[in-house]
Structures are given as C-alpha cells and as structure tokens.
C-alpha cells in the first residue's frame, strides 16, 4: 500500500535547525506531493496531532501556525516529488513527532490545517523531533 515516508527528525539544540523531508513510497502518490493539498502535523507529548505548515491547491494558499511562523517553511520540489519542512529557529516547545499528510485539495489552507492528520486520505508513520539543550 502506498504511504508516505517522513526522514530528516533528530535531536537539535535551541536555536538550531533541521529540514524534514516527505516522499511517497511509490509512484502512485506523487500527483498529491505535487498538486494537492499537503500538510505537516505535530504531535506534541500528551497531544493529538495539530496542523503547523499547510499548503492548498484549492486556492494555493498557505498557511502556518502561529507559533511557527517566520521560523518554519514548507515546500515542495516536483522534480524530486519530494516535501520539506525548514525549521529554524527551534525551540523547545516544537519537540514532537512531525508527521507529513496529503489529501484533494478541498479546502483552504487554513481550514485543511486546522482539521485533523487523520482526515487526510494519506499520512506517514512520523519523525521524532526533540528541541533541547
């Protein structure tokens, strides 16, 4: 069954960075990676999963978390059929595990990141990352 594969998780200092990557583990998933809405999820110790990075192709908006934004990017790079996460600027409170997630672009960015990692029709098996000196 085609899934997604998350990688590029670690233990980082405060201040540091890391960029996470996202890739199908086959073909079949490559037109959401490119053209649909996808998605990174954090899931904090003790919490559901919540969106932090979104993009939409409903209305190719994008939109980040609050608490992320202007220290997080997301992309994507069709020719590698591949999806990043830039964070820089980490700090403690954004240990967790960062799942990347994929779904038709029915909604804005803002409201496909404001649902839940499991409404989306794809979704990976996370990367742990852990902020901390």
């Known amino acids: 069954q085609a899934q997604l594969v998350e990688s590029g998780g670690g233990l980082v200092q405060p201040g540091g960075s890391l960029r996470l990557s996202c890739k199908a583990s086959d073909f079949t998933l490559n037109d959401y990676l490119n053209y649909y809405a996808i998605g990174w999820f954090r899931q904090a110790p003790g919490k559901e999963p919540a969106g932090v990075a979104c993009?939409?192709?409903?209305?190719?908006?994008?939109y980040y978390e609050d608490a992320v934004k202007g220290r997080f990017t997301i992309s994507r790079d069709r020719a590698k059929n591949t999806v990043y996460l830039q964070m820089d600027s980490l700090k403690p409170e954004d240990t967790g595990i960062y799942y990347c997630a994929t779904d038709r672009p029915r909604f804005s960015a803002v409201t496909y990141c404001n649902g839940t990692l499991y409404e989306n029709e794809y979704w990976g098996q996370g990367t742990q990352v852990t902020v901390s000196s």
């Open positions: 993009f939409s192709s409903s209305d190719s908006s994008t």
